[in-house]
């Protein structure tokens, strides 16, 4: 399965993205998909997961500002980003599981939750300056 993501952008603090996710396959088994971030130096930080269900689960730092979202008949996921901050900064990644490693709650609970996710893009960079 290959997972591109695209949406990435230069924008200005208060500013909205919204971020895609297509994989190349029909995903309608997998179980959980996720938006990850990370700045260079720092470890890769889960925001968002979704699972077949519907349900969501949120970082703190994004709740209430991102949702994450999936139109299955496109193989897509998505994540809305309102009212950006420069701290927003960084390489955001989609990630797929799709052996049911892992839960949406296991996101911000589990040490090396990323290691649960077996398909991941290659990035898209978003940039929040003034």
């Known amino acids: 399965v290959q997972v591109v993501e695209s949406g990435g952008g230069s924008v200005r603090p208060g500013g909205s993205l919204r971020l895609s996710c297509v994989a190349s396959e029909s995903t309608d088994s997998r179980l959980c998909m996720a938006w990850f971030r990370q700045v260079p130096g720092k470890e890769r930080e889960g925001l968002a997961a979704i699972d077949s269900d519907g349900t969501t689960h949120y970082a703190e730092p994004v709740k209430g500002r991102f949702t994450i979202s999936q139109d299955s008949a496109k193989n897509t996921l998505y994540l809305e980003m309102t009212s950006l901050k420069p701290e927003d900064t960084a390489m955001y990644y989609c990630?797929?599981?799709?052996?049911?490693?892992?839960?949406?709650?296991?996101?911000?609970?589990?040490?090396?939750?990323?290691?649960?996710?077996?398909?991941w893009g290659q990035g898209t960079q978003v940039t929040v300056s003034p």
């Open positions: 990630a797929l599981d799709l052996r049911g490693m892992t839960t949406v709650g296991a996101l911000t609970r589990k040490v090396d939750v990323e290691r649960d996710y077996e398909y």
